[in-house]
């Protein structure tokens, strides 16, 4: 089965900071989705791309697709201590019914 | 906002015991998801559920488990001989539409289940 796996596993960066993960996939997809999780909490959506797409913002965060390398960075500006959580990346394989494969995350912490 | 709500939100049960449990998706979503996430481990897609059946399962989604739309708002997950290592927050989610329009999951906050 298609996984996301993320990379690195932890960040820990200054406030103020820029944060990027990456994530890689191994299979053609129908788009890419990025969610943060606090701990023990649910999941929280920030971003879908589609796999026609190559960048999107939202805010502070920035997400790039790149399906020849079939990777996607989320790069997180002006980081504050409130973004310290885990982040994951999650795919939805063509044709498939919109079911999500989660990578492992990205643990960041961010300092103050 | 309209948000995805779960029921329990802590779930302890003993082996072999048959558990249910709960998720009210938002209102005008069609399609339905259950995810699980062990303890420091991944998330993990379970099953997806549309027009009254599953769209599609993973391997882990056995005999042991089933889902059902019993009216118009709950979404249940039932797993019926708990094992000790269905001990994980699981996750419930929906969506407005699926397939190539690619529309986001809005997911609960989760149930965590700890069988002993």
């Known amino acids: 089965s298609q996984q996301g796996e993320e990379d690195p596993q932890a960040l820990s960066i200054q406030e103020g900071e820029n944060a990027t993960m990456n994530c890689s996939y191994k299979t053609s997809i129908n788009n890419l989705q990025w969610y943060r999780q606090n701990s023990g909490r649910g999941l929280v959506h920030l971003i879908l791309i589609r796999s026609n797409e190559r960048e999107k913002h939202s805010g502070r965060l920035r997400v790039t697709l790149d399906t020849s390398k079939k990777s996607s960075s989320l790069l997180i500006t002006a980081s504050r201590a409130a973004d310290t959580a885990s982040y994951f990346c999650a795919t939805v394989r063509f044709g498939d019914n919109n079911d999500m494969r989660f990578g492992a995350g990205t643990r960041l912490t961010v300092k103050p | 906002e309209p948000e995805v709500t779960q029921t329990p939100s802590h779930q302890v049960t003993q082996m072999g015991q048959e558990v249910i449990l709960r998720c009210v998706p938002i209102?005008?979503?069609?399609?339905f998801y259950w995810y699980r996430q062990i303890l420091g481990q991944k998330v993990e897609f379970l099953v997806s559920f549309y027009n009254n059946e599953i769209s599609e399962k993973s391997e882990i989604f056995d005999d042991q488990f089933s889902v059902e739309r019993p009216d118009g708002s709950n979404f249940t997950l039932k797993i019926r001989s708990t094992k000790l290592e269905d001990s994980a927050m699981y996750f419930c989610a929906s969506s407005a539409h699926s397939g190539i329009s690619s529309y986001e999951q809005y997911f609960g906050p989760g149930t965590r289940l700890t069988v002993t």
């Open positions: 209102s005008n979503h069609l399609y």
